[in-house]
Antibody, heavy 117, light 110 residues
Framework: EVQLVESGGGLVQPGGSLRLSCAAS????????MHWVRQIPGKGLVWVAR????????SYADSVQGRFTISRDNAKSTLYLQMNSLRAEDTAVYYC??????????WGQGTLVTVSS | QSVLTQSPSASGTPGQSVTISCSGR????????VSWYQQLPGTAPKLLIY???QRPSGVPDRFSGSKSGTSASLAISGLQSEDEADYYC???????????FGGGTKLTVL
């Protein structure tokens, strides 16, 4: 069974940092592009970042460019999102997702990040 | 403000059919395929349609997708109460170098 399990969310002060993890199982993690997508509670989905199978191709939404870093460890079947210089507007549920625009689209249950003093 | 435009709400009664639309431009829907996701309350998005009109295994054939030019549609026939959810369209956006989403359509089954 395919599973994506996010962790690492929580409450952080503005300007602080947080590292999200997404543990994958039930499929060959190293064969898939992966994404992070966020959703403010009650609002729509917003793409954050993507990474190719070996980590050599990465792109970010303008809103997080220079502050967030996506990475992966294929040996551990884990996706990461390092979030620095966090702002109140980064408050959201963060989902990791496999190949959003293909037949292999699959999302984890999400982890809530709250940026507040 | 979302890159792809969806009506914020739609509704229907059990057994009826409903269509949800998604509007974009040449840099997204006009040149790339569209996916549709269903998000039930409190859950993660689930893939309903990919490549404009293809259904993953396990998705009922009551759900169908189509695309014309820079617009796409999701049709749901034989509405059921469990179809009450938020529906999102998604497509690659050239300027984003990533996927863009619609703002979502909240479907209410009356």
């Amino acid at each position: 069974e395919v599973q994506l399990v996010e962790s690492g969310g929580g409450l952080v002060q503005p300007g602080g940092s947080l590292r999200l993890s997404c543990a994958a199982s039930g499929f060959t993690f190293s064969a898939y592009w992966m994404h992070w997508v966020r959703q403010i509670p009650g609002k729509g989905l917003v793409w954050v970042a993507r990474i190719n199978t070996d980590g050599s191709i990465i792109s970010y939404a303008d809103s997080v460019q220079g502050r967030f870093t996506i990475s992966r460890d294929n040996a551990k079947s884990t996706l990461y999102l390092q979030m620095n210089s966090l702002r109140a507007e980064d408050t959201a549920v963060y989902y990791c997702a496999r190949e959003i625009l293909t037949s292999q689209g699959y999302w984890g249950q999400g982890t809530l990040v709250t940026v507040s003093s | 403000q979302s890159v792809l435009t969806q009506s914020p709400s739609a509704s229907g009664t059990p057994g009826q059919s409903v269509t949800i639309s998604c509007s974009g431009r040449s840099s997204n829907i006009g040149s790339h395929t569209v996916s549709w996701y269903q998000q039930l309350p409190g859950t993660a998005p689930k893939l309903l349609i990919y490549s404009d009109s293809q259904r993953p295994s396990g998705v009922p054939d009551r759900f169908s997708g189509s695309k014309s030019g820079t617009s796409a549609s999701l049709a749901i026939s034989g509405l059921q109460s469990e179809d009450e959810a938020d529906y999102y369209c998604a497509a690659w956006e050239d300027s984003l170098i990533g996927p863009a989403f619609g703002g979502g359509t909240k479907l209410t089954v009356l």
